[in-house]
Structure formats: structure tokens, C-alpha cells
């Protein structure tokens, strides 16, 4: 299922996904059944198996009209993860809001790694999307993009509640934190599930502790020191 999201911010390079984004009702639905059927179809066979001829012929249009929204397969696998991004962007957001102390930083980020979890467990389009992404550099940037953003987020929080801490070291450390997640997340999708969930946990464990009550330390080896607080 396509996440109902709000529009993604634009990758790195500024380059829409879309080759001709749609204004009209008719031509926006027909992305959203464009997108529907690729994503059946990566349910069902992989996006890598997956070929643009059968897009068009399971969305019903003729392969020229798809082009004239999607140049190629990339660009459909790319939207599709600017919109899984979107929503994880929005949960982040809605999530660290409520955060008024280091204590509950804690708890929501505890909270939201296990939701990220658990979406990706139960969406294997997401887990074969972001494969895709690995394979390809273009789609590598967004995803470093996706870490930058929730690195952002989570440092907007961590800035307020430590706000003796210098802005630039929070910076490295939430960006650290949210690109390490993606990589654990990975790992613990590959293996079973009762592995998975140890991995997962032994992440959290790691992390949660880098939230201490004056922020990361200072100096290469702040992150480190920070993990032995309690």
C-alpha cells in the first residue's frame, strides 16, 4: 500500500521523480494508479524484475503515456520512497514534539525506532525499495537526504532541551544516530525475526544512552564517553 503522505521535499539534486507533474485531477489520479499498480508489482516480483511495460499494461494506459510522467523505472521507485520518507518524516515530527525533557527524548526515540520497525516488517515494498535505493547512487543521495532530515529533527529537539551545548556537535551526533538507525534497520530486517528484535534493542540500548543531560561531549571521542553514563 502507498503511504497517504503529503509531498516529499525535492532530493538533493533538485530533480523531480515526475517528468510532468500533473494539475489536473484526471492526471494526478493517474499517477496515483501509476503508482498503485508499480508498487502490486514490486509486491509481487521485486523491483528489479519488475518492467515498465507492465506497469502501463496493469495501470491500463498505453507506454507512452506512462513515460510522459515517469522517465524510468528509477524515477517511480524514486517517488515512492520520497513518499515512505514523507510519512517516517511525519511520525518523527508529531513524535519529538510532544518531547519536553531528555528523559522523554529518550522514550520517543525508543518509540519511533520500534515503529520504524514494525513498518518496515510489515511493508516488504519498503524493504525492496530501499534495496533498490543501495543500488543506485542517485537514489543513495535520497536516502542520505533521509538521514539528514530525521538527523534535523531530532536535533532540533536535542538543541532546545541542551541548550548550552554547541548547535554543531548535536548536529554530527543526531545525524550519526539517524544514519546508524537506517544501517541497523537494514540488518535487522535480513535476519529473523527473533534476531532482528535483539539487534534492534541492542541499537537502542547504544543510542538512548548518547542522550545525557548536557548533550554529546565535546571532542572525537564524544559520543564514546557519553555511552558510558547511565
Known amino acids: 500500500m502507498i503511504p497517504d503522505a503529503s509531498p516529499a521535499t525535492l532530493p538533493a539534486d533538485d530533480e523531480p521523480a515526475l517528468r ?3 494539475s489536473q485531477k484526471r492526471s494526478r489520479e493517474r499517477v496515483e494508479q501509476i503508482l498503485a499498480c508499480a508498487t502490486a508489482l514490486i509486491q509481487e516480483k521485486g523491483s528489479d524484475a519488475m518492467r515498465m511495460s507492465e506497469v502501463a499494461e496493469k495501470a491500463g494506459i498505453s507506454i507512452g503515456s506512462l513515460y510522459q510522467y515517469f522517465p524510468d523505472k528509477a524515477a517511480i521507485v524514486r517517488t515512492l520512497a520520497e513518499r515512505y520518507n ?3 518524516n511525519e511520525c518523527i515530527a508529531a513524535e519529538l514534539a510532544k518531547v519536553t525533557s531528555i528523559a522523554e527524548l529518550r522514550d520517543a526515540f525508543s518509540l519511533l525506532f520500534d515503529i520504524y520497525y514494525e513498518m518496515f516488517l510489515a511493508e516488504p515494498v519498503m524493504r525492496d525499495i ?14 542520505l537526504a533521509q538521514s539528514r532530515a530525521g538527523g534535523k529533527l531530532l ?3 536535542w538543541a532546545r ?7 554543531e556537535e548535536i548536529d554530527s551526533a543526531a545525524f550519526l544516530i539517524m544514519h546508524l538507525g537506517d544501517c541497523t534497520m537494514r540488518l535487522a530486517v535480513s535476519v529473523d525475526r527473533a534476531e532482528g528484535d535483539q539487534i534492534v534493542e541492542a541499537y537502542k540500548r547504544m543510542t538512548i544512552k548518547d542522550f545525557v543531560a548536557d548533550g554529546p561531549r565535546r571532542g572525537a571521542g564524544s559520543i564514546d564517553n557519553s555511552m558510558t553514563e547511565s
Do not use: F, G, H, N
Not at 161 to 167: E, H, K, N, Y
Open 20 to 22: 510532468r507533474t500533473p
Open 86 to 88: 514523507a510519512v517516517c
Open 130 to 143: 530501499w534495496s533498490a535505493m543501495q543500488a543506485d547512487k542517485a537514489l543513495r543521495e535520497i536516502d
Open 155 to 157: 536535533a532540533d529537539v
Open 161 to 167: 532541551l541542551v541548550p548550552a551545548t554547541p548547535r
